[in-house]
């Protein structure tokens, strides 16, 4: 670990560096944890609580961010090779299993380390910017993105309660409080910097089968409260990508959950009830996203609007019916129209068909308005 912890800034190639590490790192794990080296994830936390030093970004140190993006890359490209169908072939069944299950063990003590270095980092960005900081600010939010696909990895299977509940033992630590993950997730998505990143942990977590009720409560009352604080910044819709992610998000939830949730829990079909109001806050979102200017947004949404229109237990109730006529017309709005104009090469005032003619090129932005209560012509 001292290779981890002596790797500064001012390196020529050190994203290249510290990847090579953390794979040097996380291969010597697959070989060794947890037979022979039982306290790795202790030794990775440490580097967390030693390399912040309780003052903000790398805690005042040049390149202090380094040995803990480190150290988050190794566990992440351990976990990634037990999980990830794409790479657990790198290790034997033996192997990935009892690498998982020492994991699951010991996340309940790491995880609120995590969370106290990103709410840490979070927090030292803004005291190292006023401060003139800003390679503090660069560092921190490296970190903030390195420990969220860190946690990509985990969200799919561990424990939803340490996801989902709230932080405990941190021991006095600042940070502690109450906030869960899902409540970091959406902080971050409302960072240009972290918000891709953090809306695709998001839908992974929201893409899982809940057991209880009560996850699925406290999943969506978060989520849906995250995006909607998000709808009135017009800027933060200007990625093609971040707005179908935000459709797969809700999508995939109630693909996952919703027969559950209405099976088991008779309140959310009584009206009145949190959930009823919050089963209609859903809808209500969902049918705002349909004002999005994207074909890719409005086909990512439709597996949820499907999960809920075959549910015979919604019927009569009067959620749906006020909102068909507007999905109804939103879809056949975003229809592509054969109206290409030769001379401009495009589409014009047709921002949906031109977003197909551009198919392949995601990341390309789109200007447009979208404000809550403020229609919009998406044709």
């Known amino acids: 670990m001292e290779l981890v912890t002596a790797t500064g800034a001012g390196i020529n190639g050190e ?6 590490i953390g794979l040097l790192v996380s291969g010597v794990g697959e070989k060794e944890y947890p037979p022979q080296w039982p306290e790795m994830l202790n030794d990775l936390a440490t580097i967390w609580d030693i390399g912040e030093g309780g ?7 040049e390149g202090g961010a380094t040995p803990i993006i480190i150290s988050l890359l190794a566990l992440r490209n351990m976990a990634e090779d037990c999980v990830d169908s794409d790479f657990n072939n790198v290790l034997s069944t033996t192997r990935r299993t009892e690498i998982l ?22 927090e030292g960005r803004g005291r190292e910017e006023g401060g003139g900081g800003g390679g503090g600010r660069a560092g921190g939010v490296d970190i903030l993105k390195a420990a969220l696909q860190t946690l990509k990895r985990f969200v799919v299977w561990i424990p939803p309660e340490l996801l989902l509940g709230a932080a405990e033992g941190q021991g006095g630590r ?3 409080g109450t906030m869960s993950f899902v409540d970091v997730f959406g ?14 942990c998001l839908r992974d977590l929201g893409g899982r089968k809940y057991e209880y009720c009560e996850h699925i409560k406290v999943y969506l009352e978060k989520m849906e409260g995250a995006v909607m604080a998000l709808i009135p910044q017009g800027e933060a819709w200007r990625s093609l990508t971040f707005g179908e992610t935000v459709c797969q998000v809700l999508a995939g939830f109630l693909t996952a959950n919703l027969e559950k949730w209405l099976g088991e829990e008779k309140e959310v079909l009584r009206a009145g009830t949190r959930e009823y109001e919050l089963l ?5 979102l969902m049918a705002e996203l349909l004002k999005l200017p994207s074909y890719r947004a409005a086909v990512a949404l439709l597996p949820g609007w499907a999960a809920v229109l075959k549910q015979e237990k919604l019927r009569g109730l009067g959620l749906l019916e006020p909102l068909l006529p507007m999905v109804m017309t939103a879809y056949c709005d975003k229809s592509v129209k054969l109206s290409f104009d030769e001379k401009s090469g495009s589409f014009p005032e047709n921002p949906v068909a031109d977003e197909v003619r551009r198919e392949g090129a995601r990341e390309r932005g789109v200007a447009w308005k979208f404000f809550k209560g403020r229609s919009h012509n998406s044709r």
């Open 101 to 122: 299950r020492s994991l699951n063990t010991e996340l309940p003590q790491v995880l609120p380390r995590l969370y106290a270095l990103m709410a840490r980092t979070y």
């Open 55 to 61: 003052r903000g970004v790398g805690g005042g140190r």
């Open 187 to 200: 902080f971050l998505m409302a960072e240009e910097s972290t918000r891709q990143d953090a809306v695709e």
């Open 280 to 284: 209609v806050r859903c809808l209500q």
């Open 15 to 20: 994203v290249f560096l510290r990847e090579r």
């Open 174 to 176: 600042e940070g502690g």
